[in-house]
């Protein structure tokens, strides 16, 4: 053996290191490590799966066992309650541990009581009764897919998990995450404790991260796999490796994980010069501050170096905005690359509010209008802000035309003051290509390769992507009008609920608002007299007679109560009630049909019907029996997924009824050149 080979064996002794067959090197450091896995109704049982296979895989590169210096694991599970699953006395060898991971059952909880969960460690499973020890690092494991139901309850328990000491890892899943909520849950620095991915498929990408910066947590000095150690001797003591690499944080767009980062970049160097009209939006409010403000005009910067800037290239502009918006360079300067990129860096940093609907209404009707853009090639708005803006309902209609005019949208959060639902309404569609979030300013120059990469992908003379051809269109209402739609949650689940209120929103998001109309939704109550008081009286009737709603009842709530004054309805307003129904309807009685027709002398009503409309009774008898409903309001679809395929279908239907004071006719008029003469379309 020669002397490196026996220097290395020492330093593998010394911090104790060891191997496993398939593992680089096994984390043999003590620790009590507990994993918090969500397991609502959100997630499907296969990415559950594929999360039970994380943690696997995680304590594949641990010492697990009951030993003074060996790692004892521990498994929570949480929804609408919390399961401890195993405490962390439970195991003594790693393999029985996989083994029982892959047992425990997906128990669907019907909300995401995060806060119960992180209760629990402290009160619960970081103590001796589970298994706990005084002397070793605490590190909890928190993995979700979405925010709880009660943010700022989960903020004060988070703080109690840090005052305890215990180290928090949050890995937020997809893309429906609380980036705020995040934080709050994860120990500082977040670049160290935070992360995103955006599927369960990507929690792959990250296991070796999350089990080396487990093990650097530990209370002893530890080694990562491919790292340069410098080493320490103090007399006769085991020399020490101390660690000097920096794992980066994983940003919620995963896809860099596989992109190439070099400066010779394929993709990078066959798109420099491909033609396109690109537009930096960058948040100019209070909240950034000076030197934050200018490593984002870095990035910029750096951003437009990787583009062949030319008069038949690329074209660069740039806007800041707080509460108004000062256009710094318009996409038809003609300033040489250099001079463009010193007229980025010189941009003068301004303060106030944050009123991205105006940036983004400047963009569209300034910006990229017929006199600065050029046809024929792609345009390009790249917004970078760091948090909420003050309006956001303003926010995502302006993003929304600016999506129709035909604008790609690249949303960029930094920080975890950003809204998540916010910046997914200015990004385009899908999300995974042009939304992003960092942790922090620093974090900007990570992404800016692939940024420049898919601003590159989005081809010259592409078409604005929508869910059908219909999304050209906004409707003006030209008379007051109350909209309420109603469908029975309760009957249809959870999944198609969630199918049905974006259907909602993306249909309410087609009307131009101009104070005429007004929406509502109105769904089932669940159960009814459900509730039972801790009782001596054990009566088989009480406990038998539970009463769940039916669509009899939702009809009449909405004929009742939708439109009454206290629920927001106007007295002179023009009713209009869509209801949607599936075909595993059954149970239509002389009852419903009532409800139906007292409803009708009172509002319009569509139904929108998932399923073969012809097969339904409810649909006959409103229809061809009763007359209740005109056949011309009754739209079908195939399957719940479909259902943004009739959005524009309903669109311009609805929107005649509220355009024209006359009676309703049955056909909708055309003028000589097609187009709706109650729709307004929107240039594109």
Known sequence: MDIRQAILLVLAVAVGVQSRPGIKEVCSQAADIVFVLDSSTSIWIEDYKRQLTFVQDVVKMFDVG???????????????????????????????????????????????????????LTTQMFTPEMGSRHNVSHIAIVITDGRSQKTMRTKVSAEAV??????????????????????YIASDPHDEFLFTVDNYNA??????????????????????????????SQGNQDAVVTVTQKVQPILQNTASLSKPQGDQDPELTNCRSKPADVYFVIDSSASIGENNFRYVLNFVKDITSIFNVGKDNIHVGLLTFSHDVQEEIPLDNTFTKDELLKKIVDVKYTVGGTNTGKALEFVRTVSFSKELARPGVAHVAIV??????????????????????????????????????????IASNPDDDFLFQTYDFNSLDSIKKLLAIKTCAIKPNDEPVYSNGDNNYVCTPAVETDLLFAYDSVAIGSWKSQAVSRFIGALVNGFDRNGLIRVGMVTSDCQRSGNIALTQELSNVAFSKLEFTTYTHLIRKVQRHGFSVKQGGRPKARRIAVMLVDEELEDVNSEMISEAQKLNKEAEIYV????????????????????????????????????LSVKGDLLRRLCRSMSFNETIRDEPEVDNDGVYDYVIPKAV
């Open 66 to 120: 009951q030993g003074a210096t060996q790692a004892r694991v521990g498994i929570m599970t949480f929804g609408n309650k919390v399961w401890i699953d195993y405490t962390l006395d439970k195991f003594s060898k790693v393999e029985t541990l996989i083994d029982a991971v892959e047992k425990i059952p997906h128990k669907a909880g019907t909300t995401t009581n995060t806060w119960e969960a992180l209760d629990t």
């Open 162 to 183: 840090h005052h305890a000491g215990i180290n928090m890892f949050a890995i937020g899943v997809g893309h429906n995450i609380d980036f705020v909520e995040l934080g």
């Open 203 to 232: 929690l792959e990408s990250i296991k070796e991260i999350i089990a080396d910066k487990t093990c650097q947590v530990t209370q002893k000095p530890v080694i990562l796999p491919n790292t340069t150690p410098t080493t320490k």
């Open 384 to 425: 970078v802000t760091d948090g909420m803006s003050k309006n956001p309902i303003d926010t995502a209609r302006q993003a929304e035309l600016a999506h129709k005019a035909g604008i790609y949208t690249f949303a960029i959060g930094v920080g975890v003051h950003t809204d998540l639902q916010e910046l997914r309404d």
């Open 608 to 643: 929108i019907v998932v399923g073969q409309a012809n097969n339904m009774p409810l649909v006959h008898e409103l229809t061809m029996v009763k007359g209740v409903v005109d056949q011309s309001h009754i739209i079908s679809v195939d399957l719940f997924q479909n259902i």
